[in-house]
């Protein structure tokens, strides 16, 4: 896997470099697929949805010059025959995936199928906020909204560790470190507490942090 999990999208020079990196190619001549159905679980869902969609949003992931750019609604494919959109995830280079409500977006990845072709996905994952969190194997109850069917916080779990985005951003008050201390102290893995200009890379199963700004590592074990 080549998974690229922002808080705020590719918003600095250095995570932009990290994803031409994983690409391997300019975003000139990458394919992309839009993925944002968690935004619609969340308060202005549709407005946050178009403005991911059509670059208009202030986490830069759709604008980024993609060769082409689609978009992959998970609400819609149980209903359609996976030969119809399966190929098109495989031969896709970045899937772009937006943020919203993380244990909505789960469910979906889940009941739609993706999930289990994100294993073996030969292209990049790049998410933000909520879809970097469910990498995780939790994301803590504290962002815990939607609630599934399982009444749990339980996530896709590729990785192992989990995230708590948007640290000290104006809009997100309680997005302080001394709450994010105590969510993680309520978790038995290592937990990232990361803010909008860092980015979690992970590539194989190695993981590297990408920052122009502020990020810890909590619950880490120590070497």
């Known amino acids: 896997m080549k998974l690229l999990l922002t808080s705020g999208g590719v918003k600095n020079p250095s995570i932009h470099a990290a994803l031409l990196a994983l690409l391997g190619k300019p975003t000139a001549e990458a394919s992309a697929l839009c993925i944002t159905t968690a935004s619609y679980a969340i308060p202005g869902g549709p407005r946050l949805a178009y403005e991911f969609i ?41 899937l772009l995936v937006n943020g919203g409500d993380p244990l909505y977006l789960c469910h979906w990845m889940q009941k739609s199928g993706l ?69 993680a102290a309520k978790l038995t893995n290592p937990a990232y507490v990361i803010d909008d200009e860092t980015a979690i890379q992970v590539v194989d199963g190695t993981t590297e942090v990408i920052s122009e700004g502020k990020w810890t590592l909590l619950n880490s074990q120590p070497s």
């Open 54 to 94: 059509s670059g208009q949003s202030s986490t830069p992931m759709c604008e980024l010059g993609w060769k082409s750019l689609g978009v992959l609604e998970l609400t819609a494919l149980p209903s359609i025959d996976k030969d119809l959109w399966v190929p098109t995830v495989q031969q896709t280079d970045v």
């Open 115 to 183: 999930a289990d072709l994100i294993p073996s996905f030969p292209g990049v994952y790049v998410a933000l906020s909520a879809g970097s969190m469910i990498m995780a194997p939790r994301i803590g109850q504290d962002f815990v909204g939607w609630k599934p069917p399982s009444g749990d916080d339980q996530t896709l779990g590729l990785v192992d560790f989990s995230i708590f985005p948007h640290l000290d951003h104006i809009a997100l008050p309680k997005n302080h470190m001394a709450n994010a201390e105590k969510w």
